[in-house]
């Protein structure tokens, strides 16, 4: 079968050299990817999941706060990258959630991030680097769990902001060691899942490899789904 096609967001800024990491990830688990960002288009129709990228921090806007610290924004990217991701949500599109899309994700299904996440978790030791330097536990009964294994892994963070207050259709899949959400997955079909390192530059660990290939598992499905499923519209126009 054709490989499923995933529509990729990134930053303005950074996006020339993460969705190369990305594309490959997905390329080496059998997906193909196609870069989006503010001013590239975003067809949901064209793709059968989606990936949302790291990089900038969430206005505060988007759930209902201010900002009380220093960030660096990105207003056009918030009004992309939310609004795909309320609708992958509704139209059941498996997307899965990097480090800034794993927020995204959580504020788009209506919960809430603490700004300074450090601040809220002086236990967890501040690391920001792409090095495997971070020990997150993966909660037993989590579908990351049967996607990554049980065991506790080592990962990158380069974040700031983190989730606080859950979206609806959300549970905690991974903290780590000083307690702070390290990933989200939705408690239903289908797949919807956000982590908060960054899994594009782990390439070469298995487990890693296992969170893209989830997704381009669930984005196939989908697409057979989409071939198998008459197309009633064109049906009545032909029959017409």
Known sequence: ????????????RSGWRVFP??????????????????????DLDKVDGIVIGGGDDISPEL???????????????????????????IRNIPVLGIC??????NVAAGGSLHQNA?????????????LPKRMVEVQANARL??????????????????????GDGFRVAARDTGGMVQAIERVE??????????????????????IFRALVT???????????????TRDALTAG
Do not use: C
Not at 21 to 42: Q, S
Not at 100 to 105: D, F, K, P, S
Not at 189 to 206: I, K, M, N, S, T
């Open 1 to 12: 079968m054709t490989r499923p096609l995933i529509g990729v967001t990134t930053s303005s």
């Open 21 to 42: 990491f990305i594309n490959l990830n997905l390329w080496l688990t059998g997906g193909r990817g196609l870069r989006w960002g503010a001013g590239r288009p975003a």
């Open 63 to 89: 759930y209902g706060t201010e900002v009380l610290t220093t960030a660096r924004l990105d207003p056009a990217r918030d009004a992309l990258e939310h609004g795909l991701a309320r609708e992958a949500l």
């Open 100 to 105: 800034r899309g794993a927020q995204m994700l």
């Open 118 to 130: 450090w601040q809220v978790h002086p236990t967890s030791r501040p690391v920001k680097t792409v």
């Open 145 to 166: 769990a049967l996607i990554a294994g049980t065991e506790p892994m080592r990962v990158n963070a380069l974040h700031s902001q983190a989730v606080d207050r859950l």
């Open 189 to 210: 079909d289908p797949f919807a899942l956000g982590v908060q390192w960054h899994p594009e530059y782990l390439v070469y660990a298995r487990r890693q490899r296992a």
């Open 218 to 232: 669930a984005a196939r499905a989908r697409a057979q789904h989409r071939l198998q499923t008459p197309d009633v």
